[in-house]
């Protein structure tokens, strides 16, 4: 079978339509972003890159500047992030958020761009890029999207390893090295990015003993290399508090609607029985799989959870001897990114949590991940299927970003509200500390706040009045 006669095989359609299609998604989220964002730092803003910045401009060698790039911070080490941060702060003369959440959210554009390289040699790649597109460039993750730290450790952290998956292809000297190097700036970028070290010996292991093309001293160096860069990762990280977290924070940190968990799985937090235990664990990675579709309801993110990681399995192991194994490992990278969420955060947090957090970023770059997966396995663009993938794409888009779009203008409004007030608090830390941070870089004029009162001020300086 050929093409179907619904997609005719012509450039316009297999080509033209899909690009234009697929840029003016790209533009209409970039727009968003640059006349949303606000040079104001919020949450972990303050303690992660104004206070970095602050204690590398103040410190008296260049020892003390490398402790303070590679300090954690609460359960990660962030230093990838701090490098691009301080390269922005270094080219502007000063630490612009406005101008950091740009750069934070070019990090979709780039997961994109590998998932094109990916697929590049495949006929109907731009309609695949469009229905990425689709389900990757919303409002779901609405609380990260303007928020340029959150938005920092969550894109990169998938973007380095998926591009650490990517160059393992085919491995050589030359692409063991790079890989490695994104591995490492995974793992630095946040905790769960020390899975890509796993997840690249499977490629090895996979090249090796599956495709039977590579022999077997790459997974053994590799093997070698991850335990070395392991051990450097966990060296004096225990030095320092750890990051903690009450039940009472729950409702919090969620900048969205108020939490109701559902009696079913709220039943996991009652009794501490390893049953229950299990139930709760359980419950929360499996409404974290499956948060992205379904927002409303944490049995139905649950159930959808379920579906999507029983499909991955199926894919899985029906092409495990494809030679290109690398769109399956994107998957399997998110769904254990996803446990070890699980594993940091259940017990402190209802699964209900995860449906207005930032954590169902998780879920939506999986579903987009699998459903590029999907069609380049099955051909599904040969098929009638491919206009019902497409529609259902466009109207996950449009309600996704029509439900969502009010949280966004409300959480930008709560910031609007925190910063005309002289106040830059953040969660868990004492009242006035984050203040006294953000009021000395204010001083040593490493950071310039905008004018007051957001937005009104912003919109009249952009009208040059």
């Keep these: 079978m050929t093409s179907s006669k619904l997609l005719p095989a012509s450039d316009f359609f297999v080509r033209w339509l899909p690009l234009a299609a697929l840029c003016a998604v790209i533009a209409h989220h970039l727009w968003f972003v640059n006349s949303y964002a606000i040079n104001v730092p919020h949450q972990d803003d303050i303690y992660d890159f104004v206070q970095f910045v602050s204690v590398v401009e103040n410190a008296d060698s260049t020892g003390d500047r490398f402790k303070a790039l590679f300090n954690r911070y609460n359960d990660h080490r962030t230093s990838a992030s701090r490098l691009l941060v301080l390269g922005v702060y270094l080219t502007e003369g000063e630490l612009n958020f406005h101008t950091l959440t740009l750069v934070a959210d070019l990090g979709l554009l ?16 731009w309609v695949y890029l469009l229905v990425s597109a689709l389900l990757l ?7 990260i ?26 491995v050589s000297g030359p692409k063991f090295l790079l890989a490695a190097v994104f591995c490492t ?23 090796c003993l599956v495709c039977e093309r590579r022999p077997l001293l790459y997974a053994a160096m590799w093997l070698l290399v991850a335990t070395v ?5 966990h060296v004096g990280f225990n030095e320092g508090s750890h990051e903690v977290i009450s039940d009472t924070t729950v409702n919090i940190l969620s ?8 009696p079913l799985l709220a039943g996991a937090f009652v009794d501490p029985s390893i049953q229950q235990v299990l139930m709760r664990y359980a419950a929360f990675f499996l409404v974290l799989l499956g948060s992205a579709p379904v927002y409303f309801s944490a049995l139905g993110a649950g159930a959808v959870g379920l579906v999507i990681l029983a499909m991955l399995v199926f894919v899985t192991l029906k092409f495990y001897k494809h030679n290109d194994m690398r769109l399956a490992l994107y998957c399997w990278f998110l769904v254990a990114f996803a446990a070890a969420v699980t594993i940091g955060r259940s017990w402190f947090m209802l699964p209900d949590y995860v449906l207005m957090s930032r954590y169902s970023f998780i879920s939506t770059l999986l579903v987009c991940s699998l459903a590029l997966l999907l069609q380049v396995r099955f051909k599904l663009v040969r098929t009638p299927a491919v206009l019902l993938v497409l529609l259902l794409a466009v109207t ?14 409300q959480y930008m ?4 509200v925190q910063f005309n007030n002289g106040r830059f608090p953040v969660i868990l830390r004492p009242a006035g500390e984050s203040d006294g941070i953000v009021n000395k870089a204010i001083l040593e004029g490493i950071y310039k706040p905008p004018c007051r009162p957001l937005p009104e001020c912003r919109r009249s300086s952009l009208r040059g009045e």
């Design 229 to 233: 860069m392991l051990l450097l990762w």
């Design 396 to 409: 996950y888009w449009g309600s996704i970003n029509l439900h969502f779009g009010g949280w966004v203008h």
């Design 110 to 125: 780039l997961i994109l761009l590998l998932f094109y390289l990916t697929v590049r040699k495949e006929k109907y790649r």
């Design 255 to 262: 900048e969205g609607p108020p939490i109701t968990a559902s």
């Design 137 to 143: 460039l919303n409002f779901r993750a609405f609380e």
């Design 145 to 170: 999207i303007l928020f340029s730290q959150g938005a920092f450790a969550y894109y990169y952290v998938c973007l380095y390893a998926f591009a650490c998956i990517f160059t393992l292809h085919k």
């Design 185 to 207: 700036l995974s793992s630095l970028t946040l905790a769960s990015g020390q899975i890509v070290w796993f997840l690249g010996l499977v490629s090895l292991l996979h090249q």
């Design 413 to 416: 409004g709560g910031r609007h």
